[in-house]
C-alpha cells in the first residue's frame, strides 16, 4: 500500500464515462488530451478501474476506446497521489484479515456503494478466519466460520 498520508480519496460516484472523474490536460504523444477515470463494478466479478482518452487529432471531442485494469473482486477505490496522478486500489483476495482491515479503513469510504457490502462482507470474514486459525482451529473449521460471517453479512 502507497504513503496514505499523501492521497486524497476521490468520490465514491465515479462510476460510469458520464460521471468520471477527468483530468483536462493529459499527454498524448506530444500533443495534449483529456482523460476521464472511473470504477466499473460487476456484481460477480468486482470493481475495475477504466480509463479513457479524447483523440485530439480529431475534430471536437471524440472518445477512444476505455482501457480497462483487471478486476479486484471484494472494492476498488480512486484517489490522487502526492503528484496529484490518478491511482487505482483494489481488495483481492490474497490479503490476510490485517491488510484486509487496513485497506478499508484507507480507501473504505472511496468504494462505490454497489461494492461495499461485499467488501465490508470479506474483511470480516477474514478477520474471522485468521482469529479461528490463531485459536487453533484447522483450515476447515475456521474456513467454515469465515464462510458464516460473509452469508451473515450478505456480502456475496
Not at 498520508?5 to 490536460?25: F, G
Not at 487496513?102 to 470479506?122: C, I, L, Q, S
Not at 470474514?125 to 458464516?148: C, I, N, P, S, V
Amino acid at each position: 500500500m502507497e504513503n496514505t498520508n499523501a492521497i486524497t480519496l476521490l468520490p465514491n460516484t465515479h462510476v460510469s464515462p458520464e460521471t468520471a472523474h477527468t483530468v483536462t490536460d493529459y499527454p498524448y504523444g506530444g500533443l495534449r488530451c483529456q482523460m476521464r477515470v472511473w470504477l466499473d463494478v460487476h456484481p460477480k466479478r468486482g470493481v475495475r478501474c477504466m480509463r479513457q482518452t479524447n483523440n485530439p487529432k480529431k475534430p471536437g471531442l471524440v472518445w477512444n476506446k476505455p482501457k480497462a485494469s483487471t478486476y479486484s473482486l471484494f472494492g476498488g477505490a480512486l484517489y490522487l497521489d502526492a503528484k496529484g496522478h490518478v491511482q487505482h486500489a483494489g481488495l483481492h483476495e490474497y490479503t490476510d484479515g490485517a491488510e484486509a482491515a487496513a485497506w478499508r479503513e484507507t480507501y473504505g469510504a472511496a468504494v462505490p456503494d454497489a461494492a461495499k457490502a461485499r467488501m465490508n462482507g470479506w474483511v470480516a470474514a477474514k478477520l474471522q478466519y485468521d482469529a479461528a486459525r490463531a485459536a487453533g482451529e484447522d483450515m476447515a473449521g475456521a474456513a467454515a466460520k469465515a464462510a458464516f460471517e460473509v452469508a451473515r453479512a450478505g456480502a456475496i
